[in-house]
């Protein structure tokens, strides 16, 4: 009886580990994506429309925010956002004329 209670338990944990595996696969891309959505929406917001960081921040998802670094450049009129550890970063800039856009 143990043995199979001892396999359910092996292939329960197999089919977790092979769920948590695929659900995670795409993590790097999701946060690169969110990072961009990030800085280019608080450069626009900042730059474009001359708001304050306070103002921009209410624009996103705050579960999204809050994983997020994001740091304003007044000198080069750029935002960089990144995931947790600085992980992902993506970086906007805002040129006269043209507004924001991602840089890399």
């Known amino acids: 009886m ?4 001892l396999g359910l338990v ?3 944990a197999l089919v977790a580990a092979g769920w948590v595996g695929w659900t995670w696969r795409d993590l ?3 946060m690169r994506i969110g990072a ?14 001359e708001l304050q960081p306070a103002q921009c921040a209410r ?5 999204l925010y809050a994983l997020m ?19 992902w970063p993506a970086t906007a800039r805002f040129e006269q004329d043209h507004g924001c856009a991602l840089i890399d």
Do not use: N
């Open 69 to 87: 670094t994001v740091s304003i450049s007044q000198e080069t009129q750029s935002v960089r956002a990144s995931g947790p550890f600085d992980l």
């Open 2 to 5: 143990w043995k199979w209670v």
């Open 59 to 63: 624009d996103f998802p705050p579960d």
């Open 28 to 30: 790097p891309g999701t």
């Open 10 to 12: 092996l292939v329960a």
């Open 36 to 49: 961009g959505y990030i800085a280019k929406g608080t450069c626009s917001c900042l730059f474009v429309s």
